[in-house]
């Protein structure tokens, strides 16, 4: 019975790290969407809601069962009452695991590796999206809402991916989990398969959703090599270390991981999706701005 108890115990420790976790992951989510909203509210635009947003003139386009008779007694226009645009729609997050994404070269960075920025990231925009009264959760989880309890379940989801050590965590399971009719997919994470590995997958999600956002995570020093003299680089999963001087190796280096990140666009470009490279030593809050823009833009399709 030991091996039992011990699992128990473990599962346990899990949870408690978990619970513990989270409340310092949300309340870093919250400032950073909220630097990006800067006081603002909630998106607003017209639409088939109940909620009355403003009064505008009336045009040759519009119903005239949409005529605000009270309004336009008030003066010589015609007027129309617009209502706020309130069809929400499932959002659901996707975040890479597995040892490659806790890699960090700077420990003074405010989030040090990759995993703890996806996981801020995800959030943070979530928060914004709920926001916007969209429904979020986590994909293949089977769950999508609004309030604290989203929030809360999204929140778990994104820690237990950061505890993920399987080879699957590093792209999107499609093969096991589907998104519903109409949802849109939001996937951060580094993005560093092969870019056949990743190709199959877009290929297979993008049969499934026509609305998506690919947010590839990537370290400075995975971008830039930025060593100097004789390195000893060593795999995340047990590949053979390599010795090598920097200056020798750094030209065909960077060449390859700019190549890659431009396949990784390409492939998102392919299905009409966004992409959106975030370096771990940028501000979260601008990278999220670009995003946040892009949506209010459309091009991000809602």
Partial sequence: MKPV???IEKLRSQ?????????ALMLRSQKIAESVLHGEHARRKPGTGE?????REYQPTDRPQDIDWRQSAKGDDVYIKQKEWLVTRKILFWCAGGKSMNFGSNPENPFYTKQENAQIMCLALALLLQRSFEQIGAYGQGHAGR???????????LLERGRASAEEAALPDIYSSALPRHAIFIGVGDF????????ARFEIL???TKNALIIQTLD???IDLGFSGRVRFKGMDGEEEIVSNVANIRDN??????????????????????YQLHRTDDDASDTLKAIWESIERGSVRK
Avoid: K
Avoid at 51 to 55: E, H, K, R, V
């Fill in 206 to 208: 993008g049969q499934q």
């Fill in 5 to 7: 108890f011990s699992i």
């Fill in 192 to 199: 560093l398969s092969p870019i056949e590995e990743i190709e």
């Fill in 220 to 222: 400075p020093a995975e």
């Fill in 15 to 23: 949870a408690e790290e978990s619970s513990a976790s989270l409340p």
């Fill in 147 to 157: 309030g604290e309890r989203a929030m809360e379940r999204l929140g778990q989801y």
């Fill in 253 to 274: 280096y960077t060449q390859r991981i700019t190549d890659h990140i431009h396949c990784v666009e390409e492939l998102c470009l392919r299905y009409n999706w966004h």
């Fill in 51 to 55: 909620n009355f947003w403003q009064f």
